[in-house]
Structure formats: structure tokens, C-alpha cells
């Protein structure tokens, strides 16, 4: 029987066919590039076969390694695949499930005790990350993002879509809140660092340069968290303020919602099929968006 190289090995290499790149197969696989590097010369060594050349500063794959990449990739679906079906045979199989920490925090983690209500068979074990990550590699049988739908390799369903709106607390300024939207320019003004101000005041029909009392935020939650605490008004995604909304811990102010242009999906590998886990959380999940757009809508 032929000694089969390690499947590190033949994941680096994969990785490296598809991107084309080390760089790119280190990023997907969370490594450096020198061990990627160090696998695909270990693996040609192995096969004493050249797999890749180089190509000015770039890589391309010799006919050999082109060759030898297609069959790879199609066989290492099949694993996936087989090792899915057998892990979805065990409902006590931990259900792994990632989310970007902004929406665990507002949206999902409030929500959480319905699901295990309703399953207390499941044993949910939730990273928060902000990262990209390869469906089916990871160990992550779902992952909640943000963005416009596409990720290579996976299926994504759109949850729910999200849009811009200006809050504050009940609290803000001793409750003398702002009126109109030229009142909010006095500030101190919230956003994070996708959206500026000066863009929604445009949609206001007012021309106004990005206003220099404005705190920035990389994280969408910790706007919303802000907001609550008093510290200004905030431009906010309408879901992750929509439970703080419902319970009065953030008033809506006047003016416009702008369309994010980005929405929420649950996103799955499109080679490996959902686990019983899987699936019974994604149904729920469906239903928790559903119930949460019918709420912004009313």
C-alpha cells in the first residue's frame, strides 16, 4: 500500500492551487507563510514530483501539480463529505457555530436560551471571531456574517437585511434630546468606521462637512453599547440596536434610515451537508431574523 503524505500536507497544497499563492493559503489556513511553504516542498519531496514553479514573484502549478490539484480538491470534498454524514449520525456531537462578536453580543446571545430551550439535546460551543473562515475546514458547521452574501466554497442565506438609523439614550443631554437632525450636530456624534455622518446629513439635504466631534468605533456593538451609556448620538446598525430599542434603553431619533447596502447570512459549506444540530439551528435562526424584521418593520 502506497504511504500517503500527511494531509496537512495535501490541504497546504490545495489551499496554494486555488489562491495561487502561498500568502493566500497561509491567511486561510492560520499560518505562516514558511510552514506552507515548508509543506508543499516536503510534499513534492514525498511524490518526487515538481508541483509548483515560480513565475516573476508569483506561483503557478507545473502541469503535474495543475493535474494532481483537481483530483486533490475533488477527493478532499469527498472526506469532508463522509466525515459530515458521520458526524451528522450523532446528535450529541458538540454544534459548533461562529458569529461576528458584534452580533453574538446584540443579537444572538439574548436570543441563545430560546434555542436551547427548545433543544437542551444540543450542545452549542460559539466562537466569536471577525475573521473569514473556510466553511468545513474550520470545524464550524455555521457562521453568522455580515456582508454582501458571497464566500468562497459556501452557501449563504440571507437573514436579515440591515440599515443606518440615529439613536440615543432616553437619558442623553438630561433628556433634552434632539428635535431635528441639524440639532444632533451639536454632539458629541457616534459611528463606526463604515459609515460617516456626512453622508447621512446629505440625505438629510444637508451639506455638511464629516463633523469633528465624532468618536469612531471599530466595533458596531461597542457603538451601540456607547449609545446606552449616554455618551452621544449614535448612527447604528437597526439589528444589533433593535433589542436596546425595544426596551427603551435607546430612543430613535428623527431622520432617515440608510440602506446599509450589507445584510446578515447564515453561512454553510456547500460540499458537506448540515448536520440534525445544524439543521435544527439554522431553522430556528430563521425564525428569530423573521420575528426581528417584522419588529423593525412595525
Known sequence: MTHLPPLSALRAFESVGRHLSISGAARELHLTHGAVSHQVKNLEAQLDVQLVARQGRGIVLTAAGAAFADQLRAALAQLESVVAQAAAQ??????????????????????????????????????????LIAMGRSGFELALRYGAGAWPGAVAEQLMEE??????????????LPDAPAAMLAGPLLRDI?????????????EVPEPANTVVYTDSGLLVQAAVAGQGVALARAVLAHDDLSAGRLIRLPGAALPAGQAYYAVHAADAPLSANGSAFLAWVRSE???????RAA
Open 289 to 295: 431574523a423573521a420575528a426581528t424584521c417584522v419588529a
Open 194 to 206: 463604515h459609515v460617516q455622518w456626512a453622508r447621512w446629513f446629505a440625505a438629510m439635504g444637508m
Open 163 to 176: 440599515q443606518i438609523i440615529p439613536v440615543c439614550s432616553p437619558g442623553y443631554r438630561a433628556g433634552q
Open 90 to 131: 450523532d446528535v450529541k456531537a458538540p454544534l459548533r457555530i461562529s458569529a461576528l462578536p458584534s452580533l453574538a453580543a446584540r443579537w444572538l446571545l439574548p436570543r441563545l436560551p430560546r434555542f436551547q430551550a427548545l433543544h437542551p439535546e444540543v450542545e452549542v460551543h460559539l466562537q466569536t471571531t471577525t475573521e
